[in-house]
């Protein structure tokens, strides 16, 4: 599905697509008229999405694996032409517990997925980007890097690394034709639920004005307009989505 749209001629890349809020951002990109590809480490899934959302193109691959990662990018460059847009989507939540109790393998699990993950993923399209003078950047970031749940301190740290690194990163090609951005949701009903207790789904909903969880389309739509040419005076900035939750 391509040729019409805001996104007719342009090459996407999401990671973490082949479900959530990544799934239905590809969707909608796709939809709009990118050619999409998929990256991800659910290769059964991959399969499922890539059907689902009409891309063009998936990849199989784990993104804390840097040199996979070099790979990917040439491999969708080979197939696709270029890579004009990135949404790093690929992300976990990690165990809920306090600070004192938190499995230091899993500390390092979120950071190797939500933080060094993703930053392989920005550096190796950046040079694609800067040699066309164009691009478009966004980050999936979170609430909780602004503000810190309880019991969700390894997830709060990751995405508040996330924010530093889009606002350094936005800065740092602010005079290209490169945009850096991040969104901040507040919780989003997606399937990572399912890897949190009914205590902190809770507590999550509790903390939204709104009184109720986002979508993954309500997500998609700022995303998608974050990752359009109309995006143009933005940089290095965070924009939150989070039912009246953000207060900064």
């Known amino acids: 599905m391509s040729g019409h749209g805001r996104f007719a001629g342009r090459v996407a890349v999401v990671t973490g697509g082949a479900s959530g809020i990544g799934e239905t951002i590809a969707a909608r990109l796709a939809g709009e ?8 480490r659910d290769a059964s899934g991959l ?16 993104v804390t694996d840097a040199e996979a990662v070099a790979h990917a990018v040439a491999e969708t460059e080979t197939a ?10 690929a992300g976990i939540t990690g165990p809920n517990a306090p600070v004192w ?12 997925i939500d933080v060094h993950g993703l930053f392989y993923c920005n550096r190796a399209v950046v040079p694609r980007m800067r040699a066309r003078d164009y691009g478009r950047i966004v ?19 990751a995405k508040a ?6 606002k350094s990163l936005g800065k740092e090609l602010a005079r ?25 789904i809770t507590f999550m909903k509790e903390k939204i004005p709104m009184g109720r969880f986002g979508t993954v ?13 109309e995006c143009s005076f933005s940089t290095g900035a965070v924009f939150d989505i989070s039912g009246g939750r953000a207060t900064y």
């Not at 008229?33 to 991800?40: E, I, K, M, T, Y």
């Not at 690394?161 to 889009?166: D, H, K, L, R, Y």
């Not at 991040?182 to 207790?197: G, K």
């Open 33 to 40: 008229g990118a050619r999409v590809s998929l990256w991800d």
């Open 47 to 62: 399969a499922r999405a890539r059907s689902a959302t009409h891309a063009a193109h998936g990849v199989h691959l784990d």
């Open 80 to 89: 696709l032409g270029r890579i004009d847009i990135l949404i790093a989507s």
């Open 101 to 112: 109790e938190y499995p230091i393998e899993e500390w390092r699990r979120v950071f190797e």
């Open 139 to 157: 980050n999936i970031a979170s609430i909780a890097g602004k503000e810190g749940n309880p019991n969700a301190a390894a997830y709060s740290a």
């Open 161 to 166: 690394a996330v924010i530093g690194f889009t």
């Open 176 to 200: 290209s034709g490169i945009r850096v951005n991040c969104v901040a949701p507040a919780a989003v009903e997606t399937p990572i639920f399912a890897q949190m207790t009914e205590a902190q």
């Open 217 to 229: 389309e309500e997500v998609a739509a700022l995303v998608c307009w974050l990752a359009s040419e």
